[in-house]
């Protein structure tokens, strides 16, 4: 198996089991694990970063790395979008289904797209910027969805947390430019570990107005969710320096089709046959978007 595609799916299996713990722990759902306590974003991300941080700083240190990269301004930018993206991300994962904020997020490569054009100056076809339209044209659809079931049994889906899974996705999609950017100066972990470097003070600062302090086994979760975001973030980086982008990006939105059994099957999350189809038209546009660059580059 092509390496690029095999780093993609492991990291969109880890991050389906991250996004299953912050939602048990940030949305206090007792599907997976009764009796936790329910545990604000900002100090989700916190534990995330702390653990990011150490395991980083001694990847880059035993590699003998310089700690702030090459491209510093691209590793900036990447850190800031990242904690951007992935701070709004676990909001919506509290409010909304799971297979709803993950397809949402998913849009990130239709906004690399533009910003590839505007930034890098690649070509942008007539057909790519259709696909692009159909892909929003299902967030929409997504985002209406409530209006159109008259199904009161199906979950809450709210168009402002939508629209804050677009932002996400559109501060994704900068992070993955960044990342490209980044590709031919600096490794893979120089790139991870500018999340925690620009995270940490920032929720550090957050939490010290609230903070849960964790009991039991909510610090083996809150420790699962620090390791498997940073291999994830790690693996995922690794597939964008192994192979193309357009080749190994379409296995990552194999993440829909689990996310939508974990909503179900965990959570209880049932959607509308409009959810549904505002979802197969997201997907549609992503991978007619990813198709379509891999032929170019062909």
Known sequence: MNKGILYIVLSGLMFLIVNVFVKTLGAGSDALLPGLQVYPVHEIVLFRSIISLIISYAIIKRKNLPVFGVNKKWLIIRGICGVTALTSFFYTLNHLPIAIAVTVQYLSPVF???????????????????????????????????????????????????????FSALSAGVAYLAIIKCKETDSPIN????????????????????????????WFILLIIGVFTQFAQIFMTKALHYGPAATVMPFKYLGSIYALMVGMFIFGEFISFYAYLGITIVLIGILGNTMLKKAKKA
């Open 112 to 166: 690399t797209v533009f910003f590839t054009y505007l930034f890098l100056k690649e070509k942008v076809t007539k057909k790519q910027w259709l696909f692009s339209l159909i892909a929003l044209t299902g967030v929409f659809i997504i985002g209406i969805s409530k209006y159109l079931s008259s199904n009161t049994k199906v979950s809450e889906i709210d168009p402002i947390w939508v629209g804050l899974g677009i």
């Open 191 to 218: 790139v991870v570990i500018y999340f925690p470097m620009v995270a940490f003070p920032i929720m550090l600062v957050l939490s010290f107005f609230e903070f849960v302090v964790p009991v039991g086994i909510e």
